[in-house]
């Protein structure tokens, strides 16, 4: 019979597959003991369910995905965030004259895109050629630092650094549905201000005091675990053209909540890195300002009159 039970842990029905043949759960990644012999093979097609590979995984054409990278992954989850945000009452001028602006800048001063020679574009050639996929033979596919350079730089489109139409088979990473999701964990080890999730809120509020808005890093992190901020299952707002599985998992899937000391001493990291202009004064009449902080807080508090 066809395997729609829900999760244990998550309650939801949105299972995949490893290797051996166990199912796992696509939301909280919990394992259980079924295994794929017992269900039918309709329920697989319908319900795309997704193998996780440990060996060699050719991209055909007709799986209906195009090669993407990490920072592109990671731009979708700001554009999420951003929009979120948005939709909370901040600026809407926040998601691309600002935090557009910072990722920009991010991107250009760790060598990840508009600059002469991309970080990892040494790496994807070399893999290219190992596979033995002239890809400059071709005039008609564009180069990664094509892409990089023709792309607009706002957080607008859904895949703004490769194009759905660009076929490089070769350079795909075998364990990840990106191109360099290994190589972006080993260099994650090394560099510390190498893009991770909990960075993205670092981002966003870092943005969110360049604008002065009414929102503190503690409202912030309450919005994230309230939900009404993209975060813990990110990775289900991915397009269905950025096949994600792998080592993507451990880079955009997490299991906890972010530190307030995380966000906050790893945004102070960000603006020194970026090197950026001083921000905004904070005046007696800014909802930031401390005293206007401490009303804020003892209204909350709800203290009785007397």
């Not at 998550?10 to 919990?30: I, K, M, P, Q």
């Not at 895109?113 to 033979?137: L, M, N, Q, W």
């Not at 001083?278 to 007397?306: I, Q, W």
Request: proline share 5%; hydrophobic share 35%.
């Amino acid at each position: 019979r066809d395997f729609s039970e829900r999760c244990a842990q998550c309650s939801e029905v949105n299972w995949g597959l490893t290797d051996a043949g166990g199912f796992y759960c696509r939301s909280c990644h919990n394992v259980i003991e079924r295994t794929r012999e017992a269900v039918s093979a309709d329920f697989v097609c319908n319900s795309r369910v997704q193998t996780i590979s440990k060996g060699s995984r050719d991209r055909k054409e007709k799986d209906g995905g195009c090669e993407w990278y990490v920072c592109e992954g990671f731009q979708l989850v700001l554009k999420k965030q951003a929009e979120a945000l948005a939709a909370l009452g901040v600026s809407p001028q926040m998601k691309d004259e600002v935090l557009g602006r910072f990722w920009r800048c991010y991107l250009q001063k760790s060598k990840q895109a508009y600059c002469i020679r991309p970080a990892g574009a040494a790496a994807k050639a070399s893999a290219t050629c190992e596979s033995s996929t002239d890809v400059d033979s071709d005039p008609g596919t564009p180069s990664l630092l094509q892409l990089l350079s023709e792309s607009e730089g706002d957080l607008q489109s859904e895949c703004s650094f490769a194009s759905s139409t660009t076929r490089l088979s070769g350079s795909t990473s075998a364990y990840s549905g990106s191109v360099d999701g290994s190589l972006y964990l080993k260099e994650r080890s090394r560099e510390k201000l190498r893009m991770t999730m909990p960075m993205t809120l670092s981002f966003c509020y870092m943005a969110l005091l360049w604008l002065r808005e009414p929102m503190t890093l503690s409202d912030l992190l309450r919005f994230v675990v309230e939900g009404h901020i993209p975060y813990l299952n990110v990775f289900q707002h991915f397009p269905e053209k950025m096949k994600l599985y792998g080592l993507d998992l451990r880079i955009f899937c997490v299991e906890s909540w972010p530190a307030y000391e995380e966000v906050h001493d790893t945004m102070l990291e960000l603006a020194a890195f970026l090197d950026l202009p001083r921000f905004p004064e904070v005046t007696p009449s800014c909802f930031l300002h401390p005293d206007m902080l401490c009303m804020k807080y003892l209204m909350e508090a709800n203290l009785p009159g007397e």
